[in-house]
């Protein structure tokens, strides 16, 4: 049945972004930065264990932000490189005592071969058909983590327990704070030097390639490696979360890293507005704290609300935080003006 | 060798379950472009509106048809209402778009038929198919609508004016637009198909899996699978990759050591990425060329 004839001149499947829209301006970065600073000063405990996986959501869906946003591939494998850095962190600190810290490079590092190598098959496939490919790396990762062989490292379904760091150098900070510092310290580290990554010449042809493949390389830009590279990236950055997040929840079981990890993942891309790194944090902060927000509505219904939630802010704002972004710094600029 | 023949029966008749789906995905596919993930759940809301019927005291096949009637109205209210709007929107907004309405209907069926496991009758009866102890009458009268589906809607595709119109909207819209076609309504015609097609998948499936909000959960997951594995522009590839997942699924989980139920899914699954990085488009997809 080859009735359904396919000619297609397709634009790119993301609108290009201007370069400079990436970014914050300077004004807003420090104003954004001091919010950051100050607000666990005036919340309790709890909130700031919330801000913490703000943060860490924020940096897996900056990673997936360079991945789909950046160089145009779409990942529904997320949860599976946060798991692994997850693990990687959890079973570093147990069985090896190391420190928190230091298992945070080796988890962003053996994510990054991980997702390098992944690239490799993934060089072939595009759009749905990657979503799907990436789709099996999801749905694999948390029976290969409950795999009878690997239980005495990992727990199997059980999973491990992760000892709570306290403030170094006697600080006079509790636990939960410490720790929100220490994530917001290593989430701007890793939000500039994604900014810079995407502002040099591999962002630019990871761009290119985002925008139009064939035109990248006949431009002669090495598509394959460009490709695999953003997926390495991508997959380093969302390790590191992973293992912040092992050490923030100080726990790590398979059933934590399901698909439903990688969709919301995907969700606060979107909220955030593909391709705009600084709505990262808008998006982790929506799916960190509406389903919350859903709950406390409606307790049977709180999936529907959800969903309604999410409708409406699509409805408002198809392009996300960056749309809402653009509009403010078009009134200020109006104001300024004036 | 009996062993190998019997698990691969067994493999078709969970294999018309995926391909009933498949079916589904690709109709919506070929209508709008992308994955409804949100399909299954909407087969699942049919299902449940034939199940409320039945109780009330309609027979099998009226109720049959007032669902796919009612599933066809509201597919199209769906497009209209939700995603119409968001037209003009980017793609990945509106695949968060379908993520929201997966909630949304998973969330309310729970609320009004709850979460408990119910039967739901076969029009087919479920003795041994010709006296085969692997495939049961049902299955085999899904494989034979399955089949009948596909023959129909290739004649509708091929054969009607609508949907010579329906696929020359999916083509090439402005083209499309240039002729007279109303794309934006075919897209909403689309919509309602797919709605019903999937109506008749979550009918079929119902006795199999038996009733409750989450019962499509796996079958869309093996269903996308189904569909990508044909290839998305096909829906004999569809089909085909339909009967092909289920057949994987069951020889993995008897000849593969240790994998038993746990392991099937990610198996059957890389088994397909494999086959996807040999021919990138699927089994029967049209390798779509690019121009610059």
């Known amino acids: ?338 | 060798m009996e062993l190998l023949t019997n698990q691969i029966l067994a493999g078709i008749a969970t294999g018309a379950i995926y391909a009933c789906m498949a079916l589904a995905v690709v109709m919506i596919y070929q209508a709008i472009d992308h994955l409804n993930f949100a399909q299954g759940e909407m087969a699942m809301f049919s299902t449940f509106m034939a199940w409320q019927m039945m109780q009330w005291g309609v027979p099998y096949w009226a109720a049959f048809v007032l669902t796919l009637i009612l599933s066809f109205i509201g597919g199209i209210a769906i497009e209209r209402l939700l995603f119409k709007p968001l037209a003009k929107a980017p793609i990945l907004t509106n695949v968060a778009g379908f993520i929201a309405l997966f909630a949304i209907v998973n969330s309310v069926a729970g609320l009004i038929w709850d979460f408990t496991i119910k039967q739901f009758p076969s029009p087919f009866g479920s003795a041994p198919f010709l006296g085969s102890q692997l495939i049961s009458t049902h299955q085999a009268g899904m494989i034979g609508v399955t089949i009948g589906l596909l023959v129909l809607l290739f004649l509708f595709f091929r054969f009607t004016r609508i949907g010579l119109a329906m696929r020359a909207a999916a083509t090439l819209p402005e083209s499309a637009r240039l002729v007279g076609i109303n794309t934006s309504w075919m897209i909403a015609l689309g919509w309602g198909m797919a709605s019903a097609i999937g109506a008749i998948a979550g009918l079929l499936i119902a006795p199999v899996v038996f009733l409750e909000p989450n019962m499509m959960g796996g079958v869309l997951i093996y269903g996308f699978a189904a569909a990508v594995l044909g290839g998305l522009s096909s829906p004999l590839g569809a089909v085909v990759g339909g009967f092909l997942v289920g057949i994987f699924e069951n020889l993995v989980g008897t000849y593969i050591p240790g994998a038993g139920n746990e392991l099937k899914l990610p198996i059957a699954l890389a088994l397909i990425v494999i086959v996807l990085v040999v021919k990138p488009s699927g089994l029967f997809g049209h390798t779509v060329i690019k121009r610059v």
């Open chain 1, 1 to 338: 049945m080859s009735a359904i004839q396919e000619t297609v001149t397709d634009a790119p499947a993301i609108d290009a972004v201007p370069k400079r829209a990436m970014t914050l301006g300077a004004g807003t970065s420090a104003v954004v930065l001091l919010l950051l600073l100050v607000m666990p000063l005036f919340v309790k405990n709890f909130v700031i264990f919330q801000l913490t996986t703000v943060l860490i959501y924020g940096l897996a869906v900056l990673a997936l932000n360079i991945l789909t946003g950046g160089s145009g591939q779409f990942s529904l494998g997320q949860s599976a490189f946060y798991a692994l850095g997850a693990y990687i962190s959890a079973v570093l600190m147990e069985h090896a005592g190391m420190n928190y810290a230091l298992t945070l490079p080796i988890s962003g590092i053996i994510c990054f071969a991980f997702g390098f190598l992944f690239g490799l098959p993934a060089l072939r496939l595009s759009g749905i058909y990657l979503a799907l490919a990436t789709f099996a790396l999801a749905v694999a990762m948390p029976q290969f983590l409950k795999l009878g062989a690997l239980e005495e490292w990992t727990g199997g379904v059980q999973g491990l327990v992760v000892t709570k760091p306290d403030a170094p150098f006697g600080l006079p900070l509790s636990q939960d704070t410490w720790l929100y510092y220490f994530t917001l310290a290593i989430a701007i580290a890793i939000y500039i030097a994604s900014i810079n990554l995407l502002r040099s010449r591999s962002g630019r042809a990871m761009m290119a390639i985002r925008d139009n493949e064939i035109a990248a390389s006949a431009m002669g830009i090495n598509v394959a490696l460009y490709k695999t590279l953003a997926f390495g990236v991508s997959a380093g950055i969302t390790g590191v979360a992973g293992g912040l997040g092992a050490i923030v929840v100080q726990f790590v079981a398979p059933d934590s890293y399901t698909i439903q990890l990688a969709i919301a993942l995907f969700l606060g891309m979107v909220v955030g507005g593909v391709g705009w790194l600084p709505g990262s944090i808008v998006g982790a902060a929506f799916i960190v704290f509406v389903p919350n927000i859903a709950e406390s509505i409606s307790k049977g219904l709180s999936g529907a609300v959800f969903g309604v939630l999410l409708f409406v802010v699509i409805f408002l704002v198809p392009h996300g935080a960056r749309q809402v972004a653009l509009v403010c710094q078009h009134w200020i600029g109006k104001l300024k003006r004036s």
